[in-house]
């Protein structure tokens, strides 16, 4: 059974917000208390262990070859993950990871829009071409990025932009709350080709607010694409204070 067919029996909820820290091989270093429960992981168990502990063994390794090369490249990606517990059980995140100092930082999300649903089946084709053709990561890379144009994006970024707006207001759906004004005009701005200087886009929700505080377009027009997500912020809830100390306390 691939992980596009399979029954999530995790309770990840869509006011849930979790974070993880690791250092530049990828070792955890820290976490939320989000993180620890849904990994089904006791603290001892998980910290300083390969992040690759709760990776989903039917996920594409072509993704985590992408991913690799972004972050030790200093810049930030977006992606869904489908990643295990302890128990067997599995959840589906949309993380967006950042470089920061000494290591790396994901902030997921739970994946709800329609974007996902197609991505859900298209892993599942990608991880049978590796499995039956014996591909390599990086060959697999290759065909996910040639894939994705397929899909109508000019380039990852482009959808990993649209896949980040997709699950914002999908989000907000989940919860009952008004739709984001800022990402609407967002999306007509890259619609349109529009050079943005700086565009900050903010949840309202009561629980999780400022999943992203910026996002960034480089270049002069959108042909050179969004090279990176500058910087995003987590502001409210017994999370966020959680990530704050935490940070604090191994900086």
Known sequence: ????????????????????????????????????RISEFEWDEILNRPHRVVRHPHMPRGIFHL???????????GAYVANKTKKGKYYWVFALVSPIENGFLSVRLKPSSQLFKIIKDEYA???AIEK???????????LILSHITKLGFESYWHFMVEALMQELESREVQLEKSPI???????????????IETAKIKTKSEDII??????????????????????????LSKQTEEM????EKEA
């Open 210 to 235: 400022s999943l992203i505080n910026q996002l960034s377009v480089f270049k002069d027009s959108l042909k050179n694409g969004l090279r990176e997500i500058e910087e995003y912020g987590l502001n």
């Open 125 to 127: 084709k990608f991880h």
């Open 67 to 77: 991913m690799w090369n972004e972050i030790l490249s200093d810049h930030m990606i």
């Open 132 to 142: 039956d053709q014996k591909i390599s990561p990086e060959e697999s890379q290759d």
């Open 181 to 195: 004004k800022k990402l609407q005009i967002l999306r007509e701005a890259l619609k349109f080709g529009a050079k």
């Open 244 to 247: 704050s100390t935490l940070l």
């Open 1 to 36: 059974m691939s992980i596009a067919e399979e029954v999530s029996s995790s309770d990840f909820l869509f006011d849930e917000l979790f974070f993880s820290r690791t250092d530049k091989k990828g070792i955890i270093q820290s976490g939320n208390s989000v993180f620890q």
